[in-house]
Structure formats: C-alpha cells, structure tokens
C-alpha cells in the first residue's frame, strides 16, 4: 500500500493532459500530448487516496462538479449515480468502495510499468525523473487500469529468457525484481490477491497489449505483458525523455500478434542462416589450423544485418557503411557484401604473391566496397565494409566520418540516403572509451550522422574474461543509456525475434534519425580464434557449448515441423550453397596473385587512372593571382551581413587584416585564410574540426563571428568570398581527441576532393588520439591501398609554458616515416614528386605564413593524396618578423621544402664558417642572436620546412654552395627527441660521411620541456651561445 499511496504525488500536472482526452480514440496517441490540462491539480502534496476520497465526496455532492472522466469513473466503480441522505449528505459508506477501487487501478498501472522500465528496486519508489512526460508517467486515469503493468515495462528485461546457453544471467543483477508477478504470491505486492486475476480492468493509454480491446483480466494482463517483455526479447527504453519515441516502442513490441512472419519471410530467413553457417562450416573444413575469427555461435548475426539492410532499403537508404570487429568479418562479406567467395578463398592460400605496394594485412581487417541490387526492395544499394585493425572499436567514429562525408555530398542533410551501422563485441563495447566518445558525436550538428544501428555481438565472454571481471554495469549496452538510444536484448537462438527486432531497429532509425542498440545476446562456439582453448578458462561455459544443438538445426526443425518447409527443400537447400562454395573454391586455386586493391573500402572514381596510379607525376606551382589575394584579404577583413555587431576587440583584429591586405603582407591566420579561399574558389570543400577552431586556440583564427547582442546569431565571412564557391565547415569539437581524430580521418576517405583538417587544441593532445594515428594515418595506405588527404595541425613550440603545452612529439611522427636513412636517391626531373608519392606521410615545420598558404594549396594540386602534418606556431601567430609578402604567394610561386640563405652570407659563400640548418621557430631565435653578435657574414642559416620525405636534393645542394663551413643543426626541442635522430643519419647518407653534421640544442631529458621560466631562458641562452661559438667544436671528432 504505501509503494500505491506514493505514486499520485508523482504525477503532478502529467495526468492533468491525459484526463482530458477520455473522448479521443484510445490509439491516437501521437497528438495526446497536445490535448488541455483540465482534471488533476499541478503537484498534488497529499497522499493518493486521501485525494481521490476527496474527489469522491465531491462527486456524491454534485457530479458536475468534478471532471467528466471523473463522473465516468466513478459511476462505472459503483454502477449507479450517485446516493445522498434526504438532507442531501452523501452515503458514507461508498468512499472505501471507491478508494480500493482506484488504489487496486492504480497497481495495475504500476505493475504495467515495472515490465517496460529498467530501474533498481530503490529508484522506483524514490525516483520521478520520468514524470516529465505525461505519457511515461504512471498514470491516473479514472475508469481506466493505471498503475499495475508499468513495472513490467520497467523490469521485464531481468528476468527475460536471454541466454541461449540458460547459465547466466540477463545482466550482472542476479536478481528477480520483486515487483513482476513471477508467483502467485507476488500479487501481495500490489494489495491484489488470486481472486482479482479474472477481475477485468480497463486498459491505460501506455499500454498496447489490449490490441483492440480497451480491457482485460488481471491474468490475460499478466500473460500478455510476459510475453512481450520476459521471452526472447528484453526492452530498455524507458530512460527515453519523448513520448512519442516510448509510445512507438510499446506499439511495436505490445501489440498482439505483431511478430508474425509469413511463409515466405521464415523460408527466407533460413536460406539465410543456411548461408551464414555453412560458410563457417566450410572454411572449417578447408582451412581447420587457419585463424579465421569465425561466427560461430553467433550465426543469426547474417540475417540480421541483412534485414537492417533491407528495412532501410524499403524507407530509402541508398548508402550503407559498416564498421566490425574481426569476428565474422569474412562472412559478412561473402554473404552481406557479397564479395566473391573465390576472392575470399584464396586468401587462405599462402603461396599466393601480393601484387599492391606495401604490406598488406590479414584477410580479417580487409574492407570492402560494392554495389547492388537489394534482392528484397529491387533497389540499388551501395554497401562499404570499412577496413580497421585489431584495436577493437577504434574504426566506430572512422565510419561515423565516411558516413557525414557521404551524407554532406549527397545533400543528405537529414540522414534519409545514407546511414552507417556499427558491429560491436560486448566486452569491448563495454571496455573502450571511443565508443563513448563516438556517442558524444551523435547529436552534434556537425558531426551527426543522423542515427546508427549498433549491433553487439554479445558473446558473454570477452578473449578469456567473464563480463563480471569485465564491466561494472549490469549490461554491456549501458553506455548507449547516455544519448537516449533505445536497446533491445534479444537471445540470438530464436531467429524470429532477431529478425523482428533488427527490422524494428532499423525502422527506428530512420524514423526518429536516432542511435538503436541491437544486443545479441549468444555464445562463442570456439576460443578467441580458432587456435583457442576456451576450457582452461571457462569450462562450465564449453561444456554447455559443446552439447548446444546450432541455430540452424533448431530453427530447421521448427519449420519441417509447421510444415513451412520440408526436410529434402532443406536438405537441397544446403547442398546448393556447399556447391556454389566448392566451385568457387576450385576456381580460388587458379588464382596466383594478391590484389589488395580489390578490397579497397573507398574507390575515388575518376581520382587515379585504371590501374590505380596517379595520372601524372607533377604538381603545379601553388600561387594565385595577386587580385584573388587582396579579394581574400578584404572578405576576412568584413563582416558581410548587415546589423551584425562584433566585439570591439575582433573590430581591432579586422582592422588590422585590412591594413595587411593593404600593404600586401600576410601573418599566419591571413595566410591560411587566403589558403582556404582560394580553394573553396576552385570547387574544393574545407572542412576544419578540432576543440576551440572557430576562435582558435590563440585566439588568431576567427573564422566564425559572433553577434554580441543577439545571441547564437553569428557569420562565416568564409562563405561569403564567392558566388557558386564551395562549402566550408568549420566547427568546434567535443573534448575529444581520439573519436573526433578518427572522425575527420572517416570524412577525408570519401572524397580527394576536399581539404580536411584537425586542429589539435595543443600539439601533444594528439597522443590520446594515438591509435589512429599509428593504426590508420601513418600505415593505412600500405595496409589498405587507401589514400587519405588529412591534415594534422599541431601547435609546437618550447616557449616556457611546461611540459604539457610545448612538444607535438615531432620525433615520434618522424619514426613512423618510412623513407630509407641509408639509401642515397637518385635525382630525377621528377624527384620531388615521385619521392612524395612513395612516402607514407608528410611532415612540415613551416617558419614562414607563405610556406603554411603554399602546403595546404599543394594538399589538393598533388595527383595523389598522403596525410600532411603540419608543426604549426604558437609565437609566431603574432610575432612582428614572421609575415610574408604577397610576392611570396603569387602565381608561378611554389611551397619551398628548404629556405637556403639569401643574406650576407649568401653572397660571400666562402667567407661562412658555419651553416645552421634549423626548421621552424627557433629559425627567428637564431636571425636575432646571428645579428647581435655580428656573424651575419660568418654563420649561414638554412631551413628545412619539409622535413620527411627528406628533400636530400636540396639539402646536397645547400652543403655544397658552402663547402668551406662546417655543418651544424640546431633545434630548440631536447636531443632526444624532436629532429635529429631522424635528420642526422641522413645528412650522413647525403655527405658520404664526409662531413659532421653537429647537433646544438638543449640536452636529453625525460619532459620535453621545463615548467620553470627561468631555466627554460637558461638553456635557451646556452645553446644559442654554442650555436654561434665558432670554436665550439674545435678538436672533436665524429
């Protein structure tokens, strides 16, 4: 009683909206929430039943004096109108009929709600949080069944019959809810007792298992809620804070005899099976010591994703990116992708050659891209399986990207052509943080992809770790609780209600453009691979595994036994598809040579020539007409819309751009203002992401103005430069590196048409983003076939500011370069180029404006795309002699890899005693220490602006114009880490080991950089010293 007496104070003004509609149709429930308040009191402060006694003796008095649903409620609990004494007082003895009436409706509802909601026990009594929404509120319906079934759409998921092994829980609750009516005795809980099960109770609007009935029996009720959330199907989805979204869910999975298929849909449906687990069957038998990462145990996982895939061909998807794990990855590309099994077959053969550059990878990372017609909607398709590495869960925000990419090409603003679904396991799902972070991108306005089938592979068991060593919430799906998807658990042994929950799923996406979680829930009928010997860790588990009659099998018999099909159709049915194997297998064997290109997961039609290679192997000068400079320069410098205020101090900063345009010069943030312009002017979209860009970290970018009296009122002076011009994005991240890094990564795959670039707020937070960086950027291209054109910018520079802010780790990019120390090139006409093409990545420390404007112009003009990593400045965004001219920009200009001097000493090159070769800011450090000292004639400084590939071109011709000097490099970063052991034994290769190459700098250290001003000054001036020390290295050797 007191759980029934607490629930009316909850309500508050929710039931006033839903009294009002008792004259509207019971299942025209999506324009309830609009209807008027008129019947329940906003925030009711006293107990249930002292409140409907009160409405009760106001009734006796005059019926017109309460609402009508009231007055109807009332006279169907006692049968007749009203009683009073002749004095006209009202019958007391009718109050307590009344209130056990009502108190008995209200349990009811609340046992209703307990079996669609997932709380604790404690919530459900102290918890409203839900009460926000009329419609997810228990209700407090007169006449109508209110508070019993709610706790079967609360709760019914624990208890629901999840695990096709029947060991383990459905959660790591471990617990029955005392609240679902499990036993008779159960009932007590509600203060109902066995002789209210044939009672009947109308139904409540939250509840659709009445189908065309508007009541039933307690007993029908309690039959009818078990069926829909305590089987093979477990729903949480009450957490979601829309209505309309809960009331979509209830009608889906409440309705009788929703899960019907026809006999065409469950012949289909085995077929399917048929394919999935004879596919494994097969590579078992060809291939038995053969890791394969296979499906086992999970079979149902084909036909689901098909369904996914169907449903949303129905609704009008044209475009859908995978994203999986390793797990069954080969299956659904033979059956789901359709890849040609003859492809796939000889990737088991280890004689075969590999015909593509580079190294290859495992036949379980290999992406896919086809096209096709959906057999079932007769529509063209394109699916694109996206290649990822063993870091589980690293490729979910690589897919979410391609996916934005593919949607923001199409025009496909609201996500109603193309969308993406993500495999996931349970363990990892549960364990990596990039799955949170990729759900934090969900709802963001440029980064959503408008909605993402999640589909978990729950095995139960994650390599050899039980999930309760492996995850602290109940379910593995619960991260999907914090963006409001709805999950739905299914056990993976019943096919039907895989395949209805999956169609649903997709329904609902494309629907409502929201995140779903389909939770599979099934087993993993071999270890981790097939290698594995899950019994040391796991024996009770394999025990049941291996006496656990397959999917198939169970499925098969269902059907014989209805009739649907026969034992030979089923028969014949395997002996087609073994055969269509066997073929392709024999037809495998003819095959002598690897292409990996045929795996490609993003073909850029058009981009390269037949083959695959660029179409040429030059690149035009980076420069634009001087009159499209100063046009650049005076958009950056305005505010184009009218009656648009800005902040005084920004008024200063366009001022100042204006007066740069004036006089022909560029600083850093105009530069690559001019860089972007030109070409979105060309056709090319620019899209920049990272935290704080729109402002910049430094606040030097200022791409997105701000309106300072109407708020979120702002300008991109960007997309105002030229009629027809194309797009450019700029936006701020989430605090994320990691899911946002992989984001832009996904994006750059979809087109070479389009400069993509991420900012790091402070060039070492890459590290957190490390595993794209090494997985993806840096080897992608050798593992995959795959060119990506993205841009990295890092903020790098040793300024005093501590440890944390100063280093972008120039060293550990460098590492990853994959041009050969010791291999001295051969010069060609088109060496720059060609040594560009056969690079893995391009890094640059640029020390001018007009270097940064020319590299990012020649990031599109190269015939081919490589990731591009950019030092970028932080001093120098405004410091006084880091400008450039125009002259440095304009047509028939080019990106300089090396800055030779062109000082005093150039012109007396046998007079210079020592060259300096540096890159990036300390070049300025040093042009002002040279000059104080006098040594302008003496001390020669050269610049290395592209740092690898290594321009040893440039760098010959640079130590020969001065053969006299003695050769030094000199960085601000410590020995062990930034350039030198990159650019030292190359400097050896180059010289013939001729000549040193001195290192000054500052000494090795564990930090890159001191938090202490004073000793940062200290071991600047020391090196700088050393640096211009003639003598300095007198008497050593090398």
Request: aromatic share 10%; with cysteine.
């Amino acid at each position: 009683m007191s759980q029934l007496r607490l629930l009316p104070s909850r309500l508050g003004a929710q039931a006033t909206g839903l009294l009002a509609t008792r004259g509207i149709p019971r299942r025209s429930w999506r324009s309830r929430s609009s209807e008027p308040s008129a019947a329940f009191p906003n925030g009711t402060s006293g107990g249930g039943s002292s409140y409907v006694e009160a409405m009760y003796s106001a009734w006796l008095e005059n019926p017109q004096s309460v609402h009508q649903s009231w007055d109807s409620f009332f006279r169907k609990a006692g049968g007749e109108t009203p009683l009073a004494t002749p004095e006209g007082r009202p019958v007391p003895s009718r109050r307590t009929k009344a209130s056990k009436l009502v108190e008995d409706h209200l349990a009811v509802q609340s046992l209703i709600r307990a079996y669609q909601l997932k709380h604790k026990p404690s919530e459900l009594t102290s918890c409203s949080r839900d009460c926000s929404s009329p419609l997810q509120a228990p209700l407090l319906l007169p006449g109508c069944l209110v508070t019993f079934g709610g706790r079967n759409q609360i709760r019914g998921h624990h208890v629901a019959q999840l695990d096709p092994l029947g060991i383990l829980d459905a959660d790591l609750d471990s617990f029955v809810p005392s609240d679902l009516i499990t036993t008779i005795d159960k009932l007590a809980f509600y203060d109902l007792q066995e002789a209210d099960l044939d009672k009947e109770f109308q139904l409540p609007t939250t509840t659709f298992i009445g189908g065309s009935e508007s009541s039933l029996s307690l007993r029908e009720i309690i039959r009818r809620l078990e069926s829909t959330y305590c089987q093979h199907i477990g729903l949480e989805f009450m957490f979601i804070n829309d209505v309309e979204q809960c009331q979509w869910i209830r009608q889906k999975f409440e309705t009788p005899g929703v899960m019907q298929f026809s006999s065409e849909e469950k012949r289909t449906l085995l077929a399917r099976l048929v394919r999935s687990m004879r596919f494994e069957d097969f590579l078992a038998r060809k291939w038995s010591s053969e890791k394969r990462f296979g499906l086992e145990g999970c079979e149902v996982m084909i036909p689901a994703l098909k369904t996914i895939i169907d449903k949303s061909s129905e609704m009008g998807i044209e475009n859908v990116i995978l994203g999986m794990p390793h797990r069954g990855r080969l299956n659904v590309l033979a059956n789901v992708i359709r890849k040609d099994l003859e492809q796939i077959f000889c990737q088991f053969d280890p004689k075969l050659e590999a015909a593509d550059e580079g190294s290859g990878d495992v036949k379980y990372h290999l992406g896919m891209y086809h096209e096709r017609i959906n057999r079932v909607t007769n529509r063209n398709i394109t699916l694109s399986l996206v290649a990822n590495p063993s870091h589980l869960e690293a490729v979910d925000p690589v897919v979410q990207g391609k996916t934005k990419a593919e949607q923001f090409y199409r025009g496909d603003a609201q996500g109603k052509k193309v969308m993406s679904i993500l495999v996931h396991g349970d363990a990892a799902f549960a364990g990596q943080g990039v799955v949170y972070e990729t759900f934090h991108l969900s709802d963001l306005p440029s980064y959503t992809t408008n909605g993402t089938v999640h589909v978990v592979v729950n095995n139960q068991i994650g390599f050899t770790t039980d999930p309760r060593m492996a995850r602290s919430s109940p379910y593995p799906t619960d991260v999907a609780r914090v963006v409001n998807a709805p999950i739905f658990h299914v056990n993976a042994d019943d096919p039907e209600a895989v395949i209805y929950v999956c169609s649903v799923a997709a329904e609902w996406r494309n629907t409502f453009n929201k995140d779903v979680v389909v939770d599979l829930v099934c087993y993993r009928r071999r270890g981790h691979n097939e290698m594995d010997e899950p019994m040391f860790t796991q024996p009770l588990m394999y025990k049941q595994i291996h006496q656990q009659v397959p999917v198939l099998k169970k499925y098969a018999d269902k059907l014989i036994t209805e009739g649907t099909v026969t034992l030979q159709e089923f028969e014949e049915e395997i002996a087609k598809y073994d055969r269509i194997c066997e073929e392709a297998y024999g037809r495998s064997k003819d095959k002598k040579i690897l292409h990996i290109k045929h795996w490609l997961d993003s073909p850029w039609p058009g981009f390269f020539n037949v083959d695959g290679e660029p179409k040429s192997m030059t690149c035009p000068p980076t420069g634009i007409p001087e009159d499209v400079l100063t046009h650049i320069g005076t958009v950056a410098s305005s505010v184009p819309l009218e009656d648009f205020k800005i902040h005084t101090g920004l008024s200063r900063i366009l001022r100042a751009r204006a007066d740069m345009t004036r006089k022909r010069t560029v600083d850093w943030a105009l530069a690559e203002y001019m860089a972007f312009g030109s070409l979105l002017k060309e056709g090319i979209h620019v899209r920049l992401s990272g935290q704080d860009v729109e402002r910049g970290t430094f606040s030097h970018r200022h791409h997105v103005l701000h309106d300072q009296e109407v708020d979120r009122r702002t300008c991109v002076p960007m997309n105002h430069l030229w009629p027809g011009q194309a797009p450019y994005t700029v936006c701020n991240s989430s605090l994320s590196e990691y899911g946002v890094l992989g984001f832009e990564l996904g994006y750059a795959m979809a087109s070479p048409n389009a400069l993509v670039l991420w900012e790091a707020q402070f060039g070492d937070f890459h590290n957190t983003a490390q595993c794209i960086i090494d997985q993806f950027i840096s080897t992608g291209q050798a593992k995959w076939v795959r060119h990506n054109g993205i841009v990295l910018l890092l903020p790098h520079g040793m300024e005093g500011m501590g440890p944390e802010h100063s280093s972008a780790r120039p060293e550990r990019f460098l590492q990853m370069s994959n041009d050969d120390s010791d291999a001295y090139p051969v010069f060609t006409e088109d060496f720059e180029v060609s040594q560009l093409y056969d690079c893995n990545w391009i890094v640059v420390n640029c020390s001018t404006p007009a270097s940064y404007f020319h590299v990012l112009r020649r990031q599109i003009l190269l015939p081919f795309r490589k990731p591009l990593i950019i030092f970028t400045p932080k001093s120098l965004l405004r410091h006084p002699e880091a400008k450039s001219s125009f002259d440095q920009m304009v047509s028939g200009t080019s990106f300089q890899r090396v800055i030779p001097e062109d000082g005093v000493a150039a012109r007396t090159p046998g007079q210079v005693r020592r060259l300096i070769f540096c890159t990036g800011k300390v070049y300025y450090d040093l042009v002002k220490e040279r000059s104080s000292q006098g040594l302008d004639g003496q001390v020669a400084l050269t610049r290395l602006e592209q740092i690898s590939p290594f321009p040893f071109d440039l760098i010959e011709q640079e130590a020969a114009r001065f053969p006299g000097a003695e050769l030094v490099w000199c960085q601000e970063e410590h020995k062990n880490m930034g350039y030198y052991d990159y650019i030292s034994p190359r400097f050896m290769t180059i010289l013939g080991r001729t000549r040193p190459i001195w290192y000054v700098g500052r000494e090795p250290a564990a930090a890159p950089a001191t938090g202490n001003r004073n000793t940062h000054l200290v071991s600047l001036r020391k090196f700088l010293d050393t640096a211009f020390d003639l003598r300095a290295f007198e008497g050593k050797t090398f």
